[in-house]
């Protein structure tokens, strides 16, 4: 079966042209040169995004053709540029303006070197040196030449507001109005006012049955059920972008219900997940729910048509820990907008405490998933982390040294995150607030611990055949997240110390990667690229009759797991860790999107577009 993404992105545009109004939003031409026969371009497209009209049927076939990879969307003037060439005997590369095909650059390529996680020989063209705005093309001899790109200052406006906005498609409990989801707009569902207490969190206060209301929060990912682990990382990454460049989302206007209002979109959006999660804390002893459930996960329907009935399930040290940690930062970061929320920023520090206080009483509460429910797990046998960030966020909030020593500062090192690793997320947020820090604070630590991550990270990338700190080991069960988390710890490193360019050059690399840079071809962020995701696994973008997906939600990328393949009719076209890819409905392991992988996302695509000078 065709899927065309053409008509259906064109009508998200002309509906919702706020929302890259910020990214310049001009018409673009399309570009001279398609990438393979399988794709053609959008005669209009903002600013810094081309559309693009993909068969998913030849995507397979196209994928594993040797073409030229780059970044889809396009860099910032002053970015590190790299493509990967596939191995030819030619020695040097061309870039042409697009427009008149006026030669602006040759340059040499590197020397052969093959990528293990695709077993490719590739070599590497460095066109960095093109500084001037404008859209390209780069050419090497005995091979077809890449897809159209662009140099311009606002490369990722338009893609930053498009991943924001993909939360808003993934709100529950709400009807999506055409003013603002085009022809996305449909009916409310989940009301989550009627939530029924499952056996496994039954206490005195509240018996097995117990009706409750949880009403708002974001879908988790392609499924209907709501996740206070995935919610806390991925609700705080959003927070931590806005706090950590506040300028830059303070004019962004997404076209949500509450633009106009006092408070930034991003804030606005990240409230409707800030409500639901406060409504998952037991007010009686401050612990929280691991998860709002459905017992199974629905069918391919919209999410007026899963009308089953809803649970909280288990409480549980991770997701209260996490809980504690995300209403510790949102105290701090709404406390400016008390008159749009009077009484929250104080309400939220007080649920912070108090779900603190009750994952030191309840030190090692692990989830397990009951046997009637058979929805996401989740499940984290590990709450170390967890108290790091939670103590980490609450000593920063409110300076009161005994968090610090909680914290253990010296015993916490620094990794990349992931939803059941979560205490570099203390280190990224204590490094932005080095400057206000009590004395009890060890600032060199807190710096180091970033460099040394960050450290690692770029001599991953030095030793890449792709220019790309990737590896066999990362390609899992979402690795673009993955690709994107090592991202934020760079870019939040780089911000501490801006003369670590190549802690912004790999965090470059990581986006690169994501929006083309990877042997599948595809940019993983359906609508944001030349070749996109068509068929992911979205049961709103699956069941709502339009052809394609819905705009800004970022793939989970190559997974040689395949856990799906049993159901999938269709093989995956490789094994090999990096092209291990499917661009169908069916393959929730390498197709589903989710709000933790959307999250980091927004953040690179806000720092970068910010730091990059
Ligand atoms: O749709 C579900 C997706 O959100 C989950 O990530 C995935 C793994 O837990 O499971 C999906 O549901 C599938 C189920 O596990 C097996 N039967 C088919 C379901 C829909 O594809
Ligand atoms: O992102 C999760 C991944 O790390 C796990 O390996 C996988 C299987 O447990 O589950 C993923 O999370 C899914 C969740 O369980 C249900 N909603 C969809 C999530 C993304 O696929």
């Not at 809980?323 to 510790?328: E, P, S």
Request: aromatic share 10%; net charge negative.
């Amino acid at each position: 079966m065709q899927t065309y993404k053409h008509a259906k992105y064109l009508s998200f545009i002309t509906l919702s042209s706020i929302l890259v109004a910020c990214g310049g939003g001009g018409a673009t031409k399309p570009p001279s040169t398609t990438i393979s026969s399988a794709v053609s371009s959008a005669s209009s497209a903002p600013a810094s995004s081309v559309s693009s009209v993909a068969s998913s049927a030849a995507s397979s076939t196209a994928a594993l053709k040797a073409l030229i990879k780059l970044n889809q969307i396009g860099y910032k003037p002053s970015a590190e540029k790299l493509a990967v060439i596939p191995a030819v005997a030619a020695t040097t590369f061309t870039v042409t303006k697009t427009s008149d095909n006026s030669v602006v650059l040759t340059g040499n390529l590197s020397a052969a070197q093959t990528w293990s996680p695709a077993d490719e020989s590739v070599k590497l063209a460095d066109f960095s040196s093109l500084t001037a705005e404008g859209e390209y093309t780069l050419t090497v001899a005995g091979i077809e030449k890449s897809a159209s790109f662009k140099i311009a200052t606002n490369a990722y406006d338009a893609l930053n507001a498009g991943a924001i906005k993909a939360f808003y498609f993934n709100r529950a409990s709400t009807e999506l109005l055409e003013t603002h989801a085009g022809i996305y707009k449909r009916a409310a569902g989940h009301p989550g006012t009627k939530v029924y207490i499952h056996k496994s969190a039954a206490t005195a206060a509240r018996p097995e049955g117990t009706i409750v209301s949880a009403p708002k929060g974001w879908y988790d990912a392609g499924d209907y059920n709501l996740y206070i682990v995935n919610s806390g990382i991925s609700t705080y990454t959003m927070l931590a972008a806005y706090e950590h460049h506040a300028d830059y989302f303070k004019t962004q206007n997404l076209n949500i219900p509450e633009s106009g209002d006092a408070v930034p979109d991003v804030l606005n959006e990240a409230m409707w997940n800030l409500e639901w999660m406060l409504a998952m804390q037991d007010p009686n002893d401050g612990g929280v729910y691991h998860k709002l459930t459905s017992k199974n996960f629905s069918g391919m329907v919209m999410p007026d048509a899963d009308t089953s009935d809803r649970f909280m399930v288990q409480k549980a040290t991770p997701a209260t820990l996490d809980f504690a940690a995300v209403m510790a930062v949102a105290s701090r970061i709404y406390a400016p907008y008390e008159a749009t929320y009077p009484g929250l920023s104080a309400k939220m520090l007080n649920a912070a405490k108090s779900a603190y206080q009750w994952a030191k009483a309840n030190p090692a509460l692990y989830y397990v998933q009951p046997s009637d429910i058979s929805t996401g797990g989740y499940g984290d046998n590990n709450a170390t982390d967890e108290f790091a960030w939670a103590a980490a966020e609450l000593y920063i909030t409110t300076k009161d040294n005994a968090y610090y020593t909680d914290l253990n500062p010296s015993a916490v090192t620094a990794d990349v995150p992931s939803w059941p690793g979560v205490k570099s997320l203390g280190w990224i947020s204590l490094a932005h607030n080095v400057d206000s820090l009590t004395g009890a604070a060890d600032k060199a630590l807190i710096k180091n611990r970033l460099d040394g991550l960050a450290t690692t990270i770029v001599a991953k990338k030095a030793a890449s055949a792709y220019g790309v700190p990737l590896v066999d080991s990362d390609f899992n069960w979402g690795s673009n997240s993955g690709a994107l988390n090592q991202a934020m710890m760079l870019l939040a490193a780089y911000k501490l110390d801006n003369s670590k360019t190549d802690y912004l050059k790999t965090a470059q690399s990581l986006l690169d990667y994501v929006l083309g840079r990877n042997p599948t071809d595809f940019s993983y962020v359906t609508g944001f690229g030349v070749r996109t995701p068509q068929n992911i696994h979205h049961r709103p973008s699956e069941a709502d009759g339009i052809a394609g997906s819905i705009p800004g939600f970022l793939a989970g990328g190559a997974n040689p797991g395949q856990q799906d393949k049993s159901g999938c009719g269709v093989p995956y076209p490789s094994n090999l860790p990096a092209k291990s890819y499917l661009d169908n409905t069916c393959s929730y392991a390498s197709n589903e999107i989710a709000i933790n992988w959307n999250a980091p996302l927004v953040y690179v695509s806000a720092a970068l577009q910010v730091l990059t000078p």
